[in-house]
């Protein structure tokens, strides 16, 4: 964006707007307002005496967290549906060696909006990391838990920062689906997570049956000799024909996708997908930086439970790449029922195939433990 405009290519530079993720200052205490919109903030333009810019950060230039200041996200559309009266420019980033300032009259806000249009927004599905995050060390292993659902949502994946998604954003998607509106239920929350009780019990009994006859065999078994192990585990615990039903059902899905991967060349002959738990650690990273955007906790608090995240995963599994196929498994295997066209199993396989094979990628410059 900034060589666009400083080469004079309006276009170019609001194309680049326009797939950027934009964000605006607000007073928490507005933010939390019902029914009240704060107006855009707006300081001194240096190029007008007596006149005053509109201004917007992109997340590479969120200042750091505050409890009583919050940043929202907002695109080129709402700007103009928001945009105060008198104001005839924008300012991007002011104050930084990336600062761009763009005029704003009806004209040029028309532009806004046909390059809005044309983008439809930030993308989703790429891996996006920030130089001046972390990189290395337990906390960045820690955040890589989370990177299957920053690469899903198109958002970076190593920032403990002011925002995440957007305050309002960020506080919606703990209220749907976790439930989460204070601190007490994020620690709930959280608590769940960190224990693995999410991923679907009666998966990951099904995948225990197999590791434990796999231990005894020293070998993985033939599915044949799951299926056996399975009826003989339920028959012992006097399973109903209700949940034998399903334990089977689940063993069937089980290896269905497993033979997936196998044909798709993710998982090897003979390796196995032992554990779900994958799913519950990067959803725990998901929901402790949305608590951290929506001031649920502050950034120790965040840090130390990204540790948490990160010590429980390094004993569920002895590698990122096992990490991920276990991410990936559970994510089909919870949303299979519903996605009879396949989306969702092309979808995690896309983010295991970048996460385990981009060089830029944290599971190839991240050690596991």
Known sequence: MHSA??????DA???????????????????????????LPTQPDPAAPGRR?????????LPPWHPDWVFEAIGLDELVRRWPGGVRRLAVDPGTPYAVTLEAGPVRRRAWLKAHARSGGPRAGLLLTRPTGPLDGPVARGLALGAHLAVHNGLVWNDLGAAYEGYTTDRYRLRRPWGVQDRAAYRETLETLLATRLVGRTYES????????ARRLDRTPTVAEWSGALADALARRRSSQAEAAEAHEALRLAVTYEDRFRADGVLGEGERIDTLAAFDHGRAVNVVRLALGARLCDPGEAEQAVLRIGAVAAQAYG?????SLGYSLARVLHFGPDDPSGVKYEQSLAQHRVLTRDPDSPYRKIAWS
């Open 5 to 10: 405009a400083a080469a004079g290519h309006r």
């Open 13 to 39: 530079v609001l194309d680049a707007l326009a797939g950027s993720r934009l964000f605006v200052l607000v007073a928490r205490l507005h933010a939390d307002t019902p029914g009240f919109t704060p107006p």
């Open 53 to 61: 810019c509109v201004t917007v950060l992109t997340s590479a230039a």
């Open 206 to 213: 099904v995948l225990r049956t197999r590791h434990t006859l």
């Open 319 to 323: 590698s990122w790449a096992e990490f």
